[in-house]
């Protein structure tokens, strides 16, 4: 299995803080039978992390996951929340986008809205020859109550990841009961743990393919696993046509 969101990389973010804990991550990431990992890093956020960094970082992880004969690959990436320089940034390889080079770039938005300039950033984004992916957004606040912009984002170009652990229940039932709606009206790409730790925030990952193949069927649940192989390896993911939610907020029929 391939983990294409993974706070992974020790001090940089909110994940492990040190090397030992990073490493305990991964030994928790092929145990649940995940070969590669991208980190990805918060920035932009209450973190920075620029691409200079991360590849760095990622490298140390790395030879630290040899020197121990751990088999796990860890790719670069960064989780960036938008803002309205994003691509001012990108001009100046402060952002970095999967595997140092391909064309998905994984974004953030805040927790609770969706800024006004998001329409028109992804499709510039896109302009520049880059795919966003929006991370989480079973999560956000805003897209649960006016589904019909997660409609309009997705219908435009850009990618999903939901996350595992809030597809199995970790982060309560509305954001269980979203990410299943979300996947039910093809606006899911991905799935992935953004995992932090090996406690609250584990990765859940096997447990999540397990309940699509449960509620979605097999075709689905191949349908996630293959295009985290396609991301990782730049090329064309596999996209249903979106379709719309039928009731305007998903808080009517939560
Ligand atoms: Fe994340």
């Known amino acids: 299995m391939i983990d294409i969101h993974c706070h992974i990389l020790p001090g940089v973010d909110d994940g492990p803080a040190e090397m030992s804990e990073a490493i305990e991550l991964a030994e928790h990431a092929v145990q649940e039978g995940i070969t590669t990992i991208i980190a990805t890093p918060h920035h932009n956020s209450r973190y920075s992390n620029n691409k200079s960094k991360i590849l760095d970082e990622v490298q140390r992880l790395n030879k630290a996951l040899t020197d ?103 982060l309560g039932r509305k954001v269980k009961s979203f990410s299943r709606k979300i996947i039910e009206h093809n606006l899911a790409h991905f799935i992935a743990s953004d995992a932090h730790d090996i406690h609250k925030r584990g990765f859940y990952l096997r447990q999540a393919y397990e309940q699509i193949q449960k509620e979605f069927g097999t075709s689905t649940r191949y349908y996630f696993e293959e295009n985290a192989e396609l991301l990782t390896a730049g090329k064309n993911v596999m996209k249903e046509v979106p379709e719309k939610f039928k009731k305007r907020s998903f808080a009517w029929f939560s």
């Open 68 to 170: 121990r004969n751990i088999p796990l690959n860890v790719l670069p990436g960064q989780e960036i929340r938008i803002i309205g320089e994003f691509l001012n940034a990108y001009e100046t390889d402060e952002l970095l986008t999967v595997n140092n080079g391909n064309q998905y770039v994984l974004v953030e938005l805040p927790f609770s809205e969706v800024p006004h300039y998001t329409e028109q950033l992804l499709f510039d984004i896109q302009l520049k020859g880059l795919v966003p992916v929006i991370v989480h957004p079973e999560r956000n606040t805003e897209l649960m109550n006016n589904p019909d912009r997660l409609y309009k984002l997705v219908k435009n170009g850009a990618l999903t990841q939901i996350t595992s652990g809030a597809y199995v229940g970790k």
